[in-house]
């Protein structure tokens, strides 16, 4: 089983839609998990962090299910401009900082 | 307050030659990592510093990459000799603590 699974996508949708992704994890010590927003051929960014039940960023909210070993992504009233590979991330071994990434979730916003 | 920069952005080398890729972090961070994305693949570690020390090396493929980190400031990967799977995108990250930021990436191709 891999460390850190996402469902690749793509996700297509239509502009101010919601969507959800998963991600699951194997480590259940895990402590520190991240979304990152990759666009093509660039570099991953920082998109949030969660460390407790969830975090909210405006129309990003991330939640974290410890009892199911997933943490999620909501994007509400999607934009064009959230088309990218959403990259889950998992600090493991828990306590360090060696991130463990997943494969990444491809999502396109249609217009 | 400049960026993790990566220097060169592209290399193509033959097999058997020798690259040395850069990366200087964030003005401050004394934690930088090195990550490499192959074709078709996840983003995997390869290895950490704190400061000038080597905290983590254990993503580190065999004995021909070379990490080095001089005065605990900009970091240089050497890989000697090159293969050809050897190929991919090695980006580099810098942080203070468990939010790490990526530079633009290297792509090497090794003919």
């Known amino acids: 089983r891999k460390e850190v699974e996402q469902d690749p996508g793509p996700f297509n949708v239509p502009e101010g839609a919601t969507v959800a992704f998963n991600c699951t994890y194997s480590?259940?010590?895990?402590?520190?998990f991240f979304w990152y927003r990759q666009d093509c051929r660039k570099e991953p960014k920082l998109l949030m962090s969660?460390?407790?039940s969830g975090n909210e960023d405006g129309r990003f909210t991330a939640q974290l299910n410890r009892a199911s070993q997933y943490i999620s992504l909501l994007i509400r009233d999607s934009k064009l401009s959230d088309s990218a590979t959403y990259l889950c991330?998992?600090?493991?071994?828990?306590?360090?900082?060696?991130?463990?990434f997943g494969t990444g979730t491809r999502l396109k916003v249609l217009a | 307050e400049a960026g993790v920069t990566q220097f060169p952005s592209h290399s193509v080398i033959e097999k058997g030659q020798t690259v040395t890729l850069r990366c200087d972090p964030i003005s401050g961070h004394d934690n930088l990592y090195w990550y490499r994305r192959v074709m078709g693949k996840e983003i995997k570690f390869l290895l950490h510093?704190?400061?000038?020390?080597?905290?983590?090396e254990s993503g580190m493929p065999n004995n021909r990459f070379l990490a080095e980190r001089t005065g605990g400031t900009y970091s240089t990967l050497k890989v000697q000799p090159a293969e050809l799977e050897d190929s991919g995108v090695y980006f580099c990250?810098?942080?203070?603590?468990?939010?790490?930021?990526f530079g633009p990436g290297t792509r090497l191709t090794v003919t």
């Open positions: 991330v998992v600090n493991n071994p828990p306590g360090t900082y060696k991130y463990i």
């Open positions: 480590n259940s010590a895990s402590q520190s």
């Open positions: 969660v460390y407790s």
């Open positions: 510093f704190v400061k000038e020390s080597k905290q983590d």
């Open positions: 990250a810098s942080s203070t603590a468990y939010e790490q930021y």
